[in-house]
């Protein structure tokens, strides 16, 4: 019966044999004796083999396995299963060690290890990692990204649930997209030609407007975008989001710091280990209620001060654009404390059709199609935007009138045609999964959150 | 301050106004009064509007809206904001009524609905319940399956977890299929073809190999196939589980009548109402466990025997065939009181290149390429395969041994090149989430339970 090592500590002082199975992370010959780290899925253990522990038998760690590529001398990487007796030993890790009796290679590694698992991770280039994936993945510092990313999601599903979301799985092949032609992938679905959907944009709207009211989604989304950035995926998982009877944006911004706070949370009370390994703090409840909501022209202008703070000068920034994230947060974290910052009231022109429009001075319902501003947000954490959202027109005839300023037609919004038979007022966002694990760790690139990151060039493994 | 339906029997006996929110579900008039049936979230609430109960207001249900969509006459699906008292009404659904005071149009719904929300599903064929899906979704009955479906995501989940597994997610983007080529949608990558997944089935062996032992992942999947029965989808939710460390397929099988147990539990305790809208039952915990194991050869012999007994003859059926599943489900349900059935020890001329061989009186290890089963499995419910699963070839040389005979060569499986670096024996297995959905709700076609299916026809909406 196999214990795992987190266990093992629990057997100290008990007589009976143990079994371990799991890698070989590290082989240490030391006056005749061989010390091998053995790591499984809860963490690592010394195992020791010397003639002594193995009392009458063969030397223990001159294994035989159980199939021809078991034999052989131990390997790096070999998968083996290991019994022996616990001792104690302050200086292993965990404070505890193997006495091995007897040892078998399960599965033996071949010597040409081409890529050194039990070596400093933070050593390696983002193109080697991702080469050798399937190894560099073995590394418990690379693979507590996964974990981090596991408990996302399990947080954000949680939560979600308990404030009455259902989650959906919608279609990711869509007849067309709307929010730009030009980064869309292509397939060939039997005798036409269908699009990799960018987002479950109108699905989750049709959700609420089917009664669900409160959807969300974990799914692949994918955009055919030709840059390779630090912060650009082509596939990425899209945290989504979806309500109706909101009364604006500044909903859902409650909603995101409530979500954000809860995951945050979760992840300091089951995660601390893997947080540890990249010495990565969660910001705590307060700091993110605390987060400032400033309207995009206010925000504009504060990067701009920022940014004449840090260089002289200033005025150059036109846009809430890569620069501006960096300088509002860092504003943010200085004068507030906060690692969080919502820009919101985008102008129209930097939001798609749908995007609910607002405009000062005005009652929500007045401000129409000639608004210049949007009741629309982006979410920025430790210098990156994490998340758009907003509230969306649900009134058909008021989709149908912005159409032309987007160069669309009516047939190009044939999805929102329920919209005409009741649609409530209602909005969403979405998190960009990699990207919140990326700042979560303080990742370099968002390609290192991405089990099998796929960009320009890379399609494999 | 909005209440939902389900919470307002609570607010009997209160002479405070409350407010709902929900589409107009049904409206009769009876001796000038106006009853409408609301819709939200949580269920149907009766609205009574008299000109009695609106006091000296206007008459409440000529209601003028927010917007110049939401003036005119009430209609069906219209989304609407009323006020007034509750009062008890045994005749009312939930025992309780609105007596309204106040009614607001959010949004009025065009009068030529295509659709009737409200009437009975089971009277619609299949191309208008999916031509109209936007709409469909909002019947009760119809929204069910997926409260059903996404209760089965989440139980899946929680099972997996509370089991050490950890959630992935990986590419659906690869560069090649091994599964069949003629199966794959291909999608035009920059300046290069990729294909869509068949399966997760190389990256959670890879995760399994890099340590995480146990993982397990919800994601879309893609299926070429030309045919349109009611069994099959192009575009379905795989829920995709792989563990190392195994013994044999019987491994797996336990864990998939745990798993299975689990989610027909949840199902029970949380979703008694979507169920009966089915008039559905799940097995019991004592029926999944007694689910008979049986091998391949031996289940085709029963099937020939079943389908001799029901029509005289017999001796046609040489596979696993719809009609056999069809067959060893009533067996089984018959004999053994289960709708539960697994087979085991496929041949491998039916299973892919990485399935383990099996072989009659062998140890495990000394099955061989010369084998002709293999150690993998199917599980049928209720007449139909949900499950695909098996234990998997980990040895990198014997992978290499069985790949003339499916007709491939080394450089179409790179990415088993790693099991040259140590794997643990593993193995796993997809549950088709629309197919169980399906089956346990009795649906006559799987298509009814996915959101947006998607066929050769269908890809929209």
Known sequence: MRLLVKDMIKEVGNAAEVEVCGWVHRIRELGGITFVILRDRSGLLQLVCSDEAAGDRDGPCTAHGESPSGTGPLTLESV???????AANEKAPGGVELRVRSLEIISRAEGDLPYQVNGDSSK????????????????????AIFKI???????FSAYLRSQDFTEIKTSKLVGGGTEGGAELFEVE????????????????????????????EVAPAYRAEKHDTPRHLNEYVSLDVEMGFIESELDLIELEKGLLSYIFAELERKNRAELDLWN??????????????????????????????ARGGGGRIFDINPEAERLLCEWALREKGTDLVFVNRFPRRYRPFYAYPWASGTSVEAAGEGAVFTMSFDALFRGLEITTGGRRQHDYQALLEALPKFGL???????????????????????GCERLTQKILGLANVKEASL??????????
Chains 1, 2 share one sequence.
């Open 149 to 155: 990313q596991a408990a996302i999601i399990e947080a």
């Open 280 to 309: 990565a703090a969660v910001p705590d409840a307060a700091s993110v209620a605390g987060a400032p909501v400033i309207p995009y022209e206010e925000a504009v202008k504060l990067a701009n001060a920022e940014a004449a703070k």
């Open 124 to 143: 390696v280039g983002l193109e080697a990692l991702l080469d050798n994936r399937a190894l560099s993945l073995r590394n418990p510092k690379i693979r």
């Open 189 to 216: 679905y039997f005798d036409r030609k269908v699009y990799l959907a960018q987002s479950p944009q109108i699905y989750k709207q049709i959700m609420v407007a089917s009664g669900l009211e409160r959807v969300f």
């Open 80 to 86: 083996i299963r290991a019994r022996g007796i616990p």
């Open 452 to 461: 099998f990151p796929r960009d320009r060039k890379r399609v494999s493994p």
């Open 409 to 431: 037609k009516e047939e190009d919004i044939a999805g929102y045609r329920v919209f005409k038979y009741g649609c409530p007022p209602h909005g969403g966002f979405a998190i």
